[in-house]
C-alpha cells in the first residue's frame, strides 16, 4: 500500500464496508480444511431482530477467538445462522393481518406459514447484514436456518427417538400459560415484577361448628377452583382443625383442612387456599395430599363453569364480582394493600395463568444426570467458574419441559392423530401411517398434531445439527464437539443445558468443551439497557452515528408504555443534545473487547468509546508515517545482527507483547489484551520509537 492509497485522516465508512466485502469474496473466513478443528456456533438470534448492544458485545469475543485461532493455522469455523423465533415471528407477521384486519384463522394454516416464509424472505435478513457491518468472520455460506429442512428432520429425529426411548411423553400439566396468545409459554417468556394489589382474607365456615378460618388470598377469582385448606402441621393455631372442613364460600362445597410444610405461618393467617389447576405450588400440596384438580378458566382466563353464575366472565371482573358476592354474605374479614410480584409474557404483557392442559414434555432427569457429570468430571468447564454452581442447582433440581406450543410457526409435533384419539409418534406421515395400520388391521384416517415445538428444542440441537447430524459428514467429524460456547448468564438454564443433554445423549460427547458466560451490557449509570427506560443504544448508530431528531424518534416508537414517550424523549435530548457521533466498527470492537472482563456486567460509557476512536486514529497515523518513510524500501530485507538499539529494543518489546497477548486469550482474557496492545501501540511503540525513529529520519 502507498500513501496514495492510504488517506490523510482515518475515516472509517470508506474503508470498513468495501474491505469486509474483499474479504468475504475471497473466502477468508470460511474453514481452510487444514490443521486442527476450531469451531464456534453463533447463539441464534431471532429472525426477527436486529442487533442490540449485547448481540454486538458477544460477537466480538467470539470474533476475535475465531480470528486468533485462524491466524495461528487451525481449521476455524464460526457457523452462523438464525432462530425461527416462532412466538415472536408469528407475532410479527399477525400484526401486519392485522393492519389488514384480517387473524390468521382468516388464511389458514397453509396460508399463514407460507405469508411468515414471504416475510422471512423479504425483511428476514436484517440481523445478517448488521452482522457483516459489525465486521464478524462468520462462513456465511455455511448460513442456518433453524427451519431448515434438513435441521427440521434432525429435530423430528431427536423427538421420535426421545418418544421411543420414553423420554418423551403426552400428559396433563400445569403450564404457563398465555391469555392473548392462547398457547403454554416458557419460564424464560415470562417476566415477573413487582406490582401493587391487594391480599383478601374471606372466611371459610367450618362444617363442624359456628366458626370459621380466614384464608388470605391475592387471587379470589380462583377460590371456585379450591380443594382444600392448608395449615402448618406445628402452627398451634390450628392443631385442632386438621382434618376437619371448612364450606367452601359461594359453591356448598365441602373441602378439607390438611397439614402441609410448604404453608408460611406469617403470611396473612397462616391459612393457605389449595388451589391446585391454578397455582404451581399448590399443584405439588394437591399431589401430596390427592387433591383433585378443578380447572375454572378457558384459554382466554374466562371462567369455564357452565353452572356458576361467574360463568363466561374475563377473570378480572369475576374478581370483582366474586368480592362483591363476599362482603355481601359477611365473608370478607378485611382488605389489605399488597406488593407482589407478577408474572407476565414477555410478547403480550398479559398476566400469565398457570393452567392445566394437555402437553408434549420431555423427562428431564434421565438427561440431565449425564450433563451434570460432564461439569463434574472437567470435560465442560464454566469460565468464569462461578457458573458451574447455579448450572447445578437448577439441573439438580430440574423438572420435567413442557416442549409444546399452541401455535402455527415451528416445528410441528411429529405425532398423527386417529379418530379415537390414538396417537402414533413418527418421523413421516408415511411411517405414522403405517403404524396405525398394524395397530388397526386396516387403513384409517389420521391428522397431525396441531401443536409445535417450543423453539428451545430445536435450539438444543444446534452445535451438531447445523455441522450436519444425524448424518456423518466431514463437518460433523472435524469440528464436533465445538471448542467453545460464548453466551449471557440468562439462558444457561434454558439453552446451554438443554445443548448439554441433547448433545451427551444423541452423539456420544459434550457439545463444547468451554462454556464462556458474559455479562450484561449496561449504560453508563449501570442501569440495564431497555425499551422503556429509553436508554437503549443501537451498536450501529455508534458505528455510523444518528443525529438527534432520528434518534428521538427512534426511542419513542413502538413503546409498550406509550406515556413514558415524553420523559424518554427529555432525557434523550439532555444525553445526547447533537446526537451521537460516528465512531466507526474498530472501535466500538476494541471497547467491547476492553470490557470484557469475565462474568461482570459491563458499563458502556462514551468516553471509553471516544478513547479507542482516538486509538485507532493514532494506529492510522503511525501506519501512515512508517509507509511514508518506507517507499521504495523493503524493511525486511536488513538483517537482525544489522539493527541498531531501537529496533531491537521494539522488537523484543513485540515479542514480549506477542506472548502476553497469547496467554489472555488463551484464557478469555480479552480485557487484559486490549490493555496490552493499547499500552505498547500508544505508550511505546508510537511515544517512543516512532518519536526516536524521527529524530534519526531528520539527521
Known amino acids: 500500500m502507498t500513501t496514495t492509497e492510504l488517506a490523510k485522516s482515518f475515516e472509517p465508512h470508506a474503508l470498513e464496508q468495501s474491505i469486509y466485502a474483499s474479504w468475504e469474496r475471497s473466502g477468508y473466513f470460511e474453514p481452510s480444511g487444514i490443521g486442527d478443528g476450531y469451531c464456534i456456533v453463533i447463539p441464534p438470534p431471532n429472525v426477527t431482530g436486529s442487533l442490540h448492544m449485547g448481540h454486538a458485545f458477544q460477537d466480538t469475543i467470539m470474533d476475535a477467538l475465531a480470528r486468533y485461532h485462524r491466524m495461528q493455522g487451525r481449521n476455524t469455523l464460526w457457523q452462523p445462522g438464525t432462530d425461527h423465533a416462532g412466538i415472536a415471528t408469528q407475532m410479527v407477521v399477525e ?20 405469508r411468515i416464509w414471504q416475510w422471512k424472505k423479504e425483511s428476514g435478513g436484517t440481523i445478517s447484514r448488521q452482522l457483516r457491518r459489525m465486521g464478524a468472520s462468520l462462513a456465511w455460506s455455511r448460513e442456518r436456518f433453524t427451519m431448515d429442512e434438513d435441521l427440521s428432520s434432525a429435530v423430528r429425529e431427536v423427538f421420535v427417538r426421545l418418544y421411543e426411548e420414553d423420554l418423551i411423553y403426552r400428559g396433563k400439566r400445569l403450564v404457563n400459560w398465555d391469555p392473548i396468545l392462547h398457547t403454554a409459554v416458557s419460564d424464560l417468556e415470562v417476566v415477573s415484577e413487582e406490582e401493587s394489589g391487594h391480599l383478601w382474607h374471606i372466611r371459610y365456615p367450618l362444617m363442624s361448628s359456628d366458626g370459621h378460618v380466614v384464608v388470605a388470598t391475592t387471587r379470589p377469582e380462583t ?4 380443594a382444600a ?3 402448618h402441621p406445628e402452627d398451634p393455631r390450628y392443631h385442632a382443625l386438621i382434618g376437619q372442613a371448612v364450606e367452601l364460600p359461594l359453591t356448598g362445597r365441602e373441602i378439607p383442612i390438611v397439614a402441609d410444610d410448604y404453608v408460611d405461618r406469617e403470611f396473612g393467617t397462616g391459612c393457605l387456599k389449595i388451589t391446585p389447576a391454578h397455582d404451581f405450588n399448590d399443584y405439588e400440596v394437591g399431589q401430596r395430599h390427592g387433591l383433585p384438580l378443578i380447572n375454572v378458566l378457558d384459554h382466554s382466563a374466562a371462567i369455564d363453569l357452565p353452572t356458576s353464575p361467574y360463568h363466561g366472565l374475563d377473570r378480572y371482573v369475576a374478581r370483582e364480582k366474586i368480592v362483591s358476592d363476599l362482603e355481601t354474605q359477611g365473608l370478607i374479614e378485611k382488605i389489605d394493600e399488597h406488593r407482589m410480584m407478577v408474572p407476565r409474557g414477555d410478547r403480550s404483557n398479559a398476566v400469565v395463568e398457570p393452567y392445566l392442559t394437555d402437553q408434549w414434555f420431555v423427562r428431564a432427569a434421565p438427561l440431565a444426570a449425564p450433563a451434570i457429570r460432564a461439569v463434574e468430571d472437567g470435560r465442560i468447564r464454566f469460565v468464569p467458574d462461578n457458573w458451574q454452581r447455579t448450572y447445578f442447582e437448577w439441573m439438580r433440581n430440574i423438572q420435567d419441559w413442557c416442549i409444546s406450543r399452541q401455535i402455527w410457526w415451528g416445528h410441528r409435533i411429529p405425532a398423527w392423530y ?45 452445535p451438531f445439527s447445523t455441522l450436519g447430524w444425524p448424518e456423518q ?8 464437539p465445538t471448542n467453545v460456547l460464548v453466551t449471557g448468564f440468562d439462558i444457561i438454564f434454558f439453552w446451554v443445558a438443554r445443548m448439554i443433554m441433547f448433545g451427551i445423549k444423541f452423539t456420544g460427547e459434550v457439545p463444547f468443551h468451554d462454556v464462556y458466560v458474559h455479562g450484561l451490557v449496561r449504560d453508563a449509570a449501570g442501569q440495564k439497557m431497555s425499551k422503556s427506560k429509553g436508554n437503549v443504544l443501537d451498536p450501529l448508530d455508534l458505528i455510523d452515528g444518528i443525529g438527534l431528531e432520528e434518534l428521538v424518534k427512534t426511542r419513542t416508537s413502538g413503546l409498550m408504555q406509550p406515556q413514558m414517550a415524553q420523559q424518554i424523549e427529555k432525557t434523550t435530548r439532555r444525553q445526547f443534545p447533537d446526537g451521537i457521533a460516528s465512531y466507526g466498527t474498530d472501535a466500538l470492537r476494541f471497547t467491547f473487547a476492553s470490557l470484557a472482563t469475565q462474568g461482570r456486567d459491563i458499563r458502556f460509557d462514551f468516553g471509553r468509546i471516544e478513547g479507542f476512536r482516538n486509538f485507532c486514529n493514532k494506529l492510522w497515523n503511525a501506519t501512515r508515517f512508517v509507509i511514508i518513510n518506507t517507499e521504495g524500501h523493503d524493511p525486511g530485507a536488513q538483517r537482525a545482527t544489522d539493527l541498531d538499539s531501537p529496533e531491537r529494543w521494539i522488537l523484543a518489546r513485540l515479542n514480549s507483547v506477542t506472548g502476553e497477548v497469547i496467554a489472555s486469550t488463551e484464557q478469555y482474557r480479552l480485557d487484559l489484551v486490549c490493555q496490552t496492545l493499547h499500552s505498547f501501540v500508544w505508550d511505546e511503540y508510537c511515544s517512543w520509537y516512532l518519536e526516536i525513529a524521527k529524530i534519526r529520519l531528520a539527521n
Open 223 to 226: 377460590l371456585l377452583g379450591d
Open 229 to 231: 385448606v392448608a395449615v
Open 418 to 462: 386417529d379418530q379415537d384419539g390414538n396417537f402414533f409418534v413418527a418421523r413421516t406421515e408415511e411411517e405414522a401411517t403405517a403404524q396405525a395400520r398394524a395397530h388397526h388391521g386396516h387403513d384409517t384416517t389420521l391428522h397431525q398434531d396441531e401443536d409445535v415445538l417450543d423453539t428451545w428444542f430445536s435450539s438444543a440441537l444446534w
Open 473 to 480: 459428514t466431514p463437518t460433523l467429524k472435524a469440528l464436533y
Open 95 to 114: 400484526r401486519q393481518l392485522e393492519r389488514d384486519g384480517l387473524t390468521r384463522h382468516d388464511l389458514g394454516r397453509e396460508a399463514f406459514i407460507e
